[in-house]
């Protein structure tokens, strides 16, 4: 019976069971719900997958995106619940599940309670039985698209016209690349239509619509139309610095940048790079890197960097033997060759947590190069810096078995306490924090780095921390609505404004500069003929850059929806945000002095382009009205 499906998939209780409503197993999405009485949310979890490796969130917005309850799950609760209380209301409470989940959510609530699930798109939102049934509206005049991909579950979709009957089924194939999928068509009509969708096969399923609104409900009386009402941000600056902003910058290609590429990168103005050394490479031609390296140095002003030693053919673990050495000893004499004019961390291999066996054997190729660096003075003479331990991910674990043995901040504590003396900075790559609203981890995760090293006398982390490496994806699971569109664009502001946002961080970089064909995720778009082109996260990068200063002001901010850093420079000063949801949001800032010294405000949308926009300034606060989905700066100079 559908009921009972219930429990375990996103099936549709019938009439003749009046009951509570039940939504399982849901792994990345949004459920919106709008209650006409008085209801109780309830979300249980259970394990899907290495869930005893990591952490994670649940978050519920009121109506006006403010956070009404947070629940941070430990790794160890691999089972549990949550209850928050609904309020009735016209808008609609919003739950996230964000993904990429190690766990399934099951979510009750009353059957009274308006209910809409958004699925992700792409990857995978939940598992399912063969059989489930959802519902859908296509309103009069939309040219939607019915869309899935084939995860190993669910291998089509089925769409029936409730109207008359009208039927559709779309197959989903195994394709190469990730990001690729398939879709079909819906009739455009004169009237609004709704749509009854099953899915046929159990397992993973990832379905979802395009060109017209993303959502799905139990019953045909629950497609009602999504409220959200405006909200509120307010903002308190403080005067005193708390650290500095950290060098922004990207992973760079192991080969001589091409000039037509130059234009691109200028526009980047990347402060910090990001580059592999291939051991085997060098061995055999120990200057092949120097070119390139001196360019990136000399002309781009490129003098912070972190380069990862590894093989070819993404070889990323590495053996204490002679090539391994020779290659070292071939990056530390093109790093002296270039003068000492940066600081240039060295980390030896490539995510070692997810690419050792364990920690032992990891730990045996650091101390031999560990050695092999410091037995010459001249390499720290000539700014050379030994991080550690590059891992992936850092709080949780790596995509691996056995990721509860593998966090790479139990592998960096325990170096810390073995070889601390050898070490100089704490070094991770962030992966698979793909909603917008959970990019406040990326703070937590710098604080907890910042825990681990300590901090001196000024408050300054002991040993550098440096984020040499994120994206929302790792390896080419990709998803085109993830990075060629004004999401990037937003998710790449946010990660910089909660990774920024204490002072703390050194070094923040995005991978990659420029697409490559089996990892289309750069900021760059290679065109043909040597032809480059800015993506929209280039050209949001391009308009943080414009707006960067040294110095991190202290900020408070009620807002959850909208992220804010407060920055100075001698008598500048800037805050860059951006509003990740849809909703237009009323934003006052307290600290500052009446008129604005030079004062502006600048807009970047989803036409990726920079804008003027009017602001008030009176009795010291300023006020204005920001769209959503729009990055904003505001700069002015202090009296």
């Known amino acids: ?376 003075p001249d390499n720290a003479k000539a700014g050379v810096r030994i991080a550690m331990p590059a891992s992936s991910r850092l709080v949780n674990g790596p995509f691996a078995d056995n990721a509860a043995d593998k966090r790479g901040i139990d592998w960096a504590r325990r170096l810390l306490k073995e070889s601390g003396e050898q070490v100089d900075a704490l070094a991770w790559h962030e992966w698979m924090v793909r909603d917008l609203l959970a990019t406040r981890s990326y703070r937590d995760s710098v604080r907890r780095a910042a825990d681990l090293v300590g901090l001196d006398a000024q408050g300054r982390p002991r040993k550098a921390l440096l984020l040499d490496q994120t994206n929302m994806s790792s390896g080419s699971s990709l998803s085109p609505y993830d990075q060629e569109t004004h999401y990037a664009a937003l998710w790449w502001a946010s990660v910089v404004i909660n990774a920024s946002q204490d002072g703390l961080l050194e070094m923040l970089n995005w991978f990659q500069a420029a697409d490559e064909p089996e990892y289309p995720k750069g900021m760059l778009r290679v065109m043909g003929d040597d032809r480059f082109e800015l993506k929209p996260v280039g050209l949001a990068q391009q308009f943080i850059q414009q707006h960067w200063l040294q110095k991190v002001l202290p900020l408070e901010n009620d807002a959850f929806e909208v992220d804010v850093l407060a920055m100075a420079d001698d008598a500048k000063r800037s805050l860059l945000g951006v509003n990740k949801g849809s909703r237009l949001q009323r934003v006052d800032l307290n600290g500052t002095k009446c008129p604005l010294n030079k004062g502006s405000l600048r807009y970047f949308g989803a036409d990726n382009r920079s804008r003027d926009a009017p602001f008030d300034c009176r009795d010291g606060r300023v006020t204005f009205e920001l769209p959503g989905q729009t990055l904003f700066a505001l700069s002015w100079i202090a009296s």
């Open 1 to 376: 019976m559908k009921y009972f499906a219930l429990l375990v998939g996103l099936g549709l209780s019938v009439d003749a069971y009046a009951g509570p409503m039940r939504w399982a197993d849901i792994r990345d999405g949004s459920l919106y719900l709008q209650a006409d009485r008085p209801d109780t949310l309830t979300v249980q979890w259970v394990p899907a997958w290495q869930a005893e490796a990591n952490e994670e969130h649940l978050y519920l917005l009121d109506g006006a995106g403010k956070l009404q309850g947070e629940r941070q799950i430990a790794a160890s609760e691999t089972r549990g619940s949550q209850s928050w209380p609904l309020a009735p209301g016209a808008s609609s409470y919003r739950l996230e599940i964000p993904g990429y989940s190690f766990r399934r959510y099951r979510v009750e609530h009353d059957e009274r309670t308006v209910a809409l699930f958004a699925p992700a798109k792409v990857h995978f939102s939940a598992e399912t039985h063969d059989g489930d049934e959802l519902y859908f509206k296509v309103a009069a005049g939309e040219h939607a698209v019915l869309a899935g991909k084939f995860h190993g579950g669910v291998g089509a979709l089925q769409a029936q016209r409730v109207g008359d009957g009208k039927q559709l089924t779309l197959a989903l194939k195994p394709y190469r690349a990730y990001w690729q999928f398939d879709k079909t068509e819906l009739p455009v009509e004169s009237q609004d239509q709704v749509w009854r969708l099953r899915l046929q096969g159990s397992g993973k399923a990832a379905f979802w619509l395009d060109g017209t609104a993303n959502l799905f409900a139990q019953s045909p009386q629950q497609l009602k139309p999504l409220r959200e009402d405006a909200g509120q941000t307010r903002l308190n600056l403080g005067q005193k610095s708390v650290g500095n902003t950290p060098y922004l910058g990207i992973a760079l290609p192991y080969t001589m940048p091409p000039p037509s590429s130059y234009a691109v990168l200028d526009a980047l103005k990347p402060q910090a790079g990001a580059y592999y050394s291939f051991v085997d490479v060098t061995a055999r031609k120990p200057q092949y890197e120097d070119a390139f390296r001196q360019l990136y140095q000399d002309r781009f002003g490129i003098r912070q960097d972190i380069t990862l030693l590894a093989g070819s053919q993404r070889q990323a673990d590495l053996r204490p033997d002679v090539m391994s050495n020779s290659g070292l000893d071939a990056w530390l004499a093109s790093t002296r060759a270039l003068g000492g004019k940066g600081t240039h961390y060295i980390g030896f291999a490539d995510e070692p947590n997810l690419n050792y066996p364990d920690y032992a054997s990891y730990q045996r190729i650091f101390n031999s190069m560990a050695r092999q660096v410091r037995s010459n």
